[in-house]
């Protein structure tokens, strides 16, 4: 197949089975056409024994050059080692703060702590973290989203100087 150009790829016609007509120029950069007609760019590698496809997004909305570019800088991670799909897959599958927090109810609430104390820890998991910081991965949490989660809460940690001793204190403030 030649070069792949928006006219070779409005050319391409829907067959009775998925078929990839592949780039000339880069090995691995081609695109996927559904039997329905939907149209997609894809980059394919091997990640030391095992094969690799990825979707780079349809082709309605990206340009050639632009997939063209994404199939590039993959095939260049690869080449230094890299997999590019086990990475998206990590981050895809990874534990959000609403998962840890589960567990770190069963685990540790539910079985070491007195009712009254599982009682406020569970409210403040609830009232507080979870609407706050819940939905996001736990490797993509940063200092600056746990400092903006102290600051802006009902009850805001100030740091300010103490007077007497010039030390800097730790104050809550409602």
Not at 22 to 33: K, N, Q, T, Y
Not at 56 to 81: E, H, M, Y
Request: with cysteine; charged share 30%.
């Amino acid at each position: 197949m030649p070069k792949l150009t928006k006219r070779t790829i409005d050319a391409t016609e829907p067959q009775a089975m998925e078929f990839f007509p592949w780039d000339e120029g880069i090995p691995g950069f081609g695109l996927r056409v559904m039997p329905s007609g939907r149209k997609s760019f894809v980059v394919q590698y091997r990640a030391g024994r095992r094969p690799r496809r990825m979707s780079l997004g349809p082709s309605t909305v990206l340009t050639c050059d632009q997939a063209r570019t994404r199939a590039i800088t993959i095939i260049a991670a690869v080449k230094n080692g890299e997999d590019p799909a086990a990475d998206r897959a990590v981050k895809r599958n990874a534990a959000t703060v609403s998962d840890l927090a589960e567990r770190f109810d069963k685990e540790h609430i539910a079985v070491r702590l007195k009712a009254s104390t599982a009682k406020e820890y569970r409210g403040n998991l609830r009232r507080f973290i979870l609407p706050a910081l819940g939905r996001l991965a736990v490797p993509e949490i940063t200092r600056a989203d746990v400092a903006k989660f102290h600051f802006t809460g009902p009850i805001s940690l100030v740091i300010s100087q103490d007077p007497l001793h010039g030390r800097a204190c730790l104050h809550a403030r409602e």
